[in-house]
């Protein structure tokens, strides 16, 4: 059974880069047919999904947020990870990585990112 | 994007009920349509996929239905460890989407 757990910065400055990292043991990241993805929640609200990377490198990203992300992969430490540019306090939530095969049935614990000065 | 519209935000039932969410498309999804469970605190926990295809291990008091732009979940006989928010969420089209959430609470 694969596993997912975040790791990151726990408070960022406003217009600062968020960074988050996603570390998946259990299984290698290179294999089988899944898209690496981010996904956050604010506080007492509902899940926005943020953009995926696949296997092969090649990613997607929500509109909403395309200008100020990117998500990459290193597949030697079988990692994928999150940038967000330009934060501000709309952008403090939990963030949550997660496996993606048609639905996501693989999530980390999620990590709260707080955007404050 | 394509909006997804759950109904009743919240709900409050007793242990033994039957609840239906419903979780509307704003537009034809065909079967590309999840449910999640979330406990406070916790990561989503995917139920059913495609509609209606029960995950490993899921009990099976849990069930979904529906294609195209209307779709039901229905816990069969409500359990005190089901009190949780449930979310519906489309994979037709990017950006995925989810629906705003069902908060179910006991009675």
């Known amino acids: 059974q694969v596993q997912l757990q975040e790791s990151g910065p726990g408070l960022v400055k406003p217009s600062q880069t968020l960074s988050l990292t996603c570390t998946v043991s259990?299984?290698?990241?290179?294999?089988?047919?899944?898209?690496w993805s981010w996904i956050r929640q604010p506080a007492g609200k509902g899940l926005e999904w943020i953009g995926r990377?696949?296997?092969?490198?090649?990613?997607n990203y929500n509109p909403s947020l395309k200008s100020r992300v990117t998500i990459s992969v290193d597949t030697s430490k079988n990692q994928f990870s999150l940038k967000l540019s330009s934060v501000t306090a709309a952008d403090t939530a939990v963030y949550y990585c997660a496996r993606y095969s048609g639905s996501y049935g693989d999530w980390g614990q999620g990590t709260l990112v707080t955007v404050s000065s | 994007d394509i909006q997804m519209t759950q109904s009743p935000s919240s709900l409050s039932a007793s242990v033994g009920d039957r609840v239906t969410i419903t979780c509307q498309a704003s537009q034809d999804i065909s079967n590309y349509l999840n449910w999640y469970q979330q406990k406070p605190g916790k990561a989503p926990k995917l139920l059913i996929y495609d509609a209606s295809n029960l995950e490993t291990g899921v009990p099976s008091r849990f069930s979904g239905s529906g294609s195209g732009t209307d779709f039901t979940f229905t816990i069969s006989s409500l359990q005190p460890e089901d009190i949780a928010t449930y979310y519906c969420q489309q994979y037709d089209n990017l950006p995925p989407t989810f629906g705003q959430g069902t908060k179910l609470e006991i009675k």
């Open positions: 990377i696949y296997t092969s490198g090649s990613t």
């Open positions: 259990g299984g290698s990241i290179s294999s089988g047919s899944y898209y």
